[in-house]
């Protein structure tokens, strides 16, 4: 990990460094770590934004880290099929392989360093699993699930797909140099990804090597989160300590500094972070399982609509799976809500 990597970081452009009489460091205002769980059919994840309130989240919802795995032959999981309505998944795979269908004859593979961006919107039915050959002879898999809410006038939007291969995403280097920073949606320093999204959010996968610095400006007017996919380090002009499985939520301000310890373990040399943001929806948030709406109304509705088949057809030789969770309304701890990928 990660698959996207380049040889020479110096060829790449440089994010400068925020002035720092000009620019506000965020702080951090809070460090969690994510608890372990499982998902679809009993794939390994950390749940990264367990017990955070969603309203320092928003525009997110939730996230998993799907791994890191190694899988025996015969040991690769993926999920049921299952409904979503009401949000958006964006799933980056960063190690392996993953297969999708959904109940509009749509379908795709995303593979290490990939990323589909799925708008569910008005609903639809879906499946994720792993490819036959991946089952059949085991393998690494390790990916990162978010799901980001969308508006109320765009909830009903019809669903669509973004397929981001690794060689589009927009690669940049730390001032320093020590970092390579992926792009995956949104900009950083005037340099956008290709994903396209309905809410303004940028999304980026960052590895810095040891010692390095990453300073990163930031819109104000964004939400600011750090996630440490594996590795040591710190977050903020006062340096508090994260590792991996470790969320960092930042406060107010327009730049953010990340640096990786000095000392790495051996399978993890590097420190690697996924650094998100969006613009707040400031919206009620009424949230059951698969269902990310603004009231229990719309949530009744969608598992009527579910029930009877408006959120379209599957195979006849498919179940239909249903994964339930708990109600979560805005102000609640996103750990209150059940995930399905």
Request: proline share 9%; charged share 20%; glycine share 12%.
């Amino acid at each position: 990990m990660p698959a996207v990597t380049v040889n020479d970081l110096t060829v790449l452009p440089r994010i400068p460094v925020p002035d720092p009489l000009v620019a506000r460091q965020r702080p951090v205002v809070r460090v969690t770590t994510a608890p372990r769980g499982f998902e679809g059919e009993g794939f390994p994840v950390r749940r990264a934004f367990a017990g955070v309130d969603l309203a320092e989240l928003d525009p997110f919802v939730h996230m998993d880290q799907m791994g890191e795995v190694e899988y025996a032959p015969g040991e690769a999981k993926g999920t049921p099929w299952h409904p979503h309505r009401g949000f958006e998944t964006v799933t980056y795979m960063m190690d392996g392989t993953f297969e999708h269908s959904d109940s509009n004859g749509g379908g795709g593979v995303i593979t290490n360093g990939d990323t589909q961006w799925m708008t569910a919107g008005a609903g639809i039915l879906h499946i994720e699993k792993p490819p036959e050959a991946l089952v059949v002879s085991g393998g690494l898999f390790h990916g990162i699930q978010l799901w980001v809410n969308l508006p109320r006038v765009r909830k009903w939007a019809l669903p669509r797909y973004q397929d981001l291969r690794a060689g589009e995403v927009a690669l940049l280097a730390s001032a320093d140099g020590g970092a390579l920073v992926r792009v995956i949606a949104g900009e950083i320093a005037g340099h956008a990804g290709p994903g396209s999204t309905y809410t303004p959010m940028t999304y980026a996968h960052a590895t810095l090597a040891p010692t390095a610095r990453l300073a990163l400006p930031w819109r104000p007017d964004y939400n600011a989160l750090v996630y440490v996919l594996n590795g040591f380090g710190s977050v903020g002009a006062e340096r508090r300590p994260v590792q991996m499985g470790q969320l960092a939520v930042l406060g107010p301000g327009d730049a953010l500094t990340i640096d990786a310890a000095a000392v790495q373990e051996s399978r993890s040399p590097n420190l690697d972070v996924l650094v998100l943001g969006g613009l707040p929806i400031r919206e009620p948030v009424a949230w059951y399982g698969p269902f990310v709406m603004n009231t229990r109304e719309e949530l009744v509705q969608a598992f009527e609509d579910y029930e009877a088949g408006r959120l379209g057809t599957i195979p006849a030789i498919a179940a239909i799976h249903n994964t339930p969770g708990t109600i979560v309304e805005s102000g609640g701890a996103a750990s209150r809500g059940e995930g399905a990928s």
